[in-house]
C-alpha cells in the first residue's frame, strides 16, 4: 500500500484519510485541537456546499462543516490500496 500526504480541501468526497499534521497556529491551531483533529484523526468528507465552501467532515462521530482556508491546512495521510485481487 502507498500512502500519499496532501491537504484536506483536496480530498474527495467519501475518501477517509488520517490526519497527520495541522500547518496552522494560534487559535486557528487551538480551534482545530479542541475539535479532535489531532494525528492520527480518521477524516471523511462527507458533503460540499453548493458552493463548495463550506465542506463538512465526519470527524471522531461528529459532523463539522470547514472552511476551506481551515482545511487546506490540515494534511492527512491518504491510503491508496493497490487491488491485486480485483475486489475494492
Given amino acids: 500500500m502507498n500512502t500519499t ?3 484536506l480541501d483536496k480530498l474527495p468526497i467519501g475518501k477517509k484519510a488520517n ?3 495541522l500547518i496552522s497556529d494560534g487559535a486557528a491551531r487551538r480551534r482545530m485541537l479542541d475539535l479532535g483533529i489531532i494525528d492520527g484523526t480518521e477524516i471523511k468528507p462527507l458533503y460540499k456546499s453548493p458552493s463548495g465552501n ?3 467532515y465526519l470527524i471522531r462521530g461528529a459532523v463539522i462543516a470547514l472552511r476551506l482556508d481551515v482545511s487546506e491546512k490540515i494534511m492527512v495521510s491518504v491510503t491508496e490500496e493497490e487491488s491485486s485481487y480485483g475486489v475494492n
Fill in 5 to 7: 500526504q496532501i491537504s
Fill in 19 to 21: 490526519v497527520s499534521a
Fill in 54 to 56: 463550506p465542506v463538512a
